[in-house]
């Protein structure tokens, strides 16, 4: 049989390269069509090439998958529609207003705005990285949110973290920053205190680091500081932290926040904190 079987190729053989034309062309070109498709890997075959590919975009977007809602503390308009923002809302513990005006610098650098230029910074930033942001409120002229919607905004996107910019308005003896931290409250979600103290914790070694603003020298304590009375933390279901990012009304910390460069060095370490939490 095998005297047969070696007889039988060698006459196929014979046969195909007596008619090239009709034995090699077609098959000939699909089979460079597929080198050419999938080169070769140090340990062969596709699978290798996809595994390597999968693995660079890993690297370049690490936080692909993960959903971040950023908070940008008050809103442009608030001040011209007091009715609506002095509103008292539920916040799961107590009563509190819809939202307030927020602060400035003594040159008049308003915290809306400073909030909404750090927050788009730090989103541009997150998006790169892969992750998808949600920001609760679309512009710096409108009122509002309340801080009961700002909360349901990240409950209803499933955020794995949430994070509320906010700069103080503190006494100008004052400077540095804090990080906001979540007490227990009825109707949280399961580990959501646990959780966000970790994020807090994130948030403020990258922001010290990225920075270099100390931690605040009037509230808190190395850098954090826990309450009730907040209903964006009180009524949030997933991780979530606010930061005082400096004192607006310390001439020092007003100069770094008013700065645009310093601004997106503040998104940078905010950017690291959070990756930090999320990987």
Not at 232 to 243: A, T, Y
Request: charged content about 20%; some cysteine.
């Amino acid at each position: 049989m095998l005297i047969q079987r070696g007889a039988s190729a060698a006459a196929g053989l014979a046969l195909c390269l007596a008619a090239l034309t009709a034995c090699g062309t077609d098959g000939g070109d699909k089979e460079a069509s597929a080198g050419a498709a999938e080169p070769p890997t140090a340990s062969g075959g596709g699978k290798a090439t996809t595994g390597a590919a999968n693995a660079r975009q890993d690297d370049a977007a690490p936080l692909r998958g993960k959903v971040v809602v950023l908070d940008p503390g008050h809103n442009g308009g608030n001040a011209k529609h007091p009715a609506q923002i002095n509103k008292q809302v539920a916040i799961g513990n107590g009563h509190k207003e819809c939202d307030t005006t927020g602060t400035s610098t003594n040159d008049g650098y308003a915290e809306h705005a400073f909030t909404w230029d750090v927050s788009n910074r730090l989103a541009k930033i997150l998006r790169a990285e892969g992750a998808k942001v949600v920001l609760t409120r679309p512009n710096d002229t409108g009122v509002g949110p309340c801080i009961t919607e700002r909360a349901a905004i990240g409950n209803r996107a499933k955020a794995d973290a949430a994070l509320s910019v906010h700069a103080d308005g503190a006494s100008a003896s004052g400077h540095g920053f804090h990080v906001i931290q979540p007490l227990s409250v009825k109707g949280q979600g399961d580990g959501m205190v646990s959780a966000s103290r970790r994020l807090g914790r994130a948030i403020r070694d990258a922001y010290r680091a990225g920075t270099g603003i100390p931690y605040s020298t009037y509230l808190g304590k190395d850098g954090l500081d826990s309450r009730d009375d907040l209903g964006g933390l009180n009524l949030s279901k997933v991780p979530k932290v606010f930061i005082e990012c400096g004192n607006m009304r310390n001439s020092g910390d007003a100069a770094k926040l008013s700065s645009a460069a310093f601004r997106q060095r503040i998104a940078e370490a905010l950017a690291k904190g959070l990756g930090d939490y999320l990987t």
